[in-house]
């Protein structure tokens, strides 16, 4: 399971929040837009508990189908 204030350790340190929700292509186009100039960045800030919860469900959801 993801964790909210590891995103958010990531997120403001090194800005791989999405490599660590497993999301590579959007972690690309974060670095090469600076983060949006910094208003994705900003944005993602609100965004991030909602991202995690719904990893943390499609992980949930694909445990469950293995089992």
Request: aromatic share 20%; charged share 15%; glycine share 10%.
């Amino acid at each position: 399971m993801k964790s909210v204030p590891v995103t958010y350790l990531l997120w403001f340190f090194f800005g791989l929040h999405y490599i660590y929700l497993g999301k590579i292509g959007t972690q690309f186009l974060y670095w090469i837009t600076a983060g949006g100039l910094g208003i994705w960045a900003f944005i993602d800030l609100f965004r991030i508990p909602g991202m995690v919860e719904a990893k943390n469900n499609e992980i949930y959801i694909s445990v469950q189908r293995r089992n």
